[in-house]
């Protein structure tokens, strides 16, 4: 898989990328990142990527010119069919320029994605979709934005990192950048592992590991992740939970399962109404909640 980042900062991404399972999954070949400097598709004397607003009001504009030759560097075309994709799906109307023509190319291919506060909500099920594509060009807007054109004719999706506004849509790359990246087959050394983490799929069918033995984890199916620990099992004045030290793998995913229902529950409910529920789930939360009331 392949990100290519259009900014007018390159130098803002030097180690950002070169830390931890960012840094490996390139070293490895699985993953690779192009900084494209904007001010490269330039043509005048003073490199100008901006300019004033039509219609007055603050600020400058990211102008569309050096962002179009940017984009064709890349082989990226203006859309020629619909505008926004739905990114729940992973077709779209640009194609890799010189990738060989095979079924998985036609149906990976490359989306363009415009950071923008405007933009949808970057989740993890969006991060789980972007994982499956073969290449992601994400644009990093400064200023008051980025001429609007550039999203009309060649953005798949206005991503939003959060409901804040950021200086620059390069944090908000970086962001992008790895949580994708961390959901590419063979980048998390446990294929699985990213189903256990907060939002994660559900896993009705995984009670088992590879060896056959029972999990005591269980997919988060969209809900928080339970808390973790580690030694000492006494740290100032506080045992961790001795169900994790008995060795009985289903108690264990039975607590956990209590702890992501009762963390989700207490930080974000909002994530009650989308996840998969068991009617254990169910049960567990109505109790938590009449707990909670009394
Ligand atoms: N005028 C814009 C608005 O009110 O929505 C804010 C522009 S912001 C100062 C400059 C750039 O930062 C944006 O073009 C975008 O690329 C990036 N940006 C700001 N907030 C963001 C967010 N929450 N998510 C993603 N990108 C963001």
Redesign the pocket.
């Known amino acids: 898989m392949r990100f290519e980042i259009i900014t007018i900062f390159p130098a803002f991404f030097a180690g950002i990328f070169e830390h931890g399972i960012v840094r490996r999954a390139q070293t490895e070949g699985l993953v690779g990142i192009g900084l494209h400097d904007l001010r490269a598709f330039t043509h005048d004397r003073h490199r100008t990527v901006d300019d004033r607003p039509f219609g007055g009001g603050e600020?400058m504009v990211?102008k569309p010119e050096p962002l179009a030759r940017a984009l064709k560097s890349l082989g990226i075309e203006a859309k020629t069919g619909e505008h926004e994709c739905d990114p729940t799906h992973a077709v779209n109307s640009h194609s890799m320029e010189g990738a060989p023509a095979s079924e998985a190319d036609r149906r990976l291919g490359a989306r363009v994605i415009?950071?923008?506060?405007?933009?949808r909500p970057?989740t993890q099920a969006v991060a789980r979709e972007l994982a499956k594509v073969e290449r992601v060009v994400l644009?990093?807007?400064?200023?008051?934005?980025?001429d609007e054109r550039i999203n009309e004719l060649y953005c798949d999706m206005e991503?939003?990192?959060?409901?804040?506004?950021?200086?620059?849509?390069?944090?908000?790359?970086a962001v992008v950048v790895d949580a994708i990246m961390r959901l590419v087959p063979g980048v998390l050394g446990n294929e699985a592992s990213g189903e256990f983490e907060s939002f994660g799929a559900a896993d009705a069918e995984i009670s088992t590991d590879e060896q056959g033995v029972p999990r005591s984890q269980h997919g988060a199916g969209g809900l928080l992740d339970y808390p973790h620990y580690t030694r000492p099992a006494e740290f100032a004045g506080l045992r961790a939970p001795d169900v994790l030290m008995n060795g009985d793998h289903l108690q264990i995913r039975k607590w956990r399962r209590e702890q992501q229902l009762r963390k989700t529950l207490k930080n974000r409910p909002d994530l009650l109404e989308n996840a998969s529920l068991s009617a254990e789930d169910r049960r567990v939360l109505e109790a938590m909640r009449k707990e909670g009331a009394e």
């Not at 415009?114 to 933009?119: E, F, P, R």
């Open positions: 600020g990211l415009l950071l923008s506060a405007q933009g970057f644009i990093c807007g400064r200023y008051e934005g980025v991503l939003s990192i959060g409901d804040y506004v950021l200086s620059g849509g390069e944090l908000a790359a």
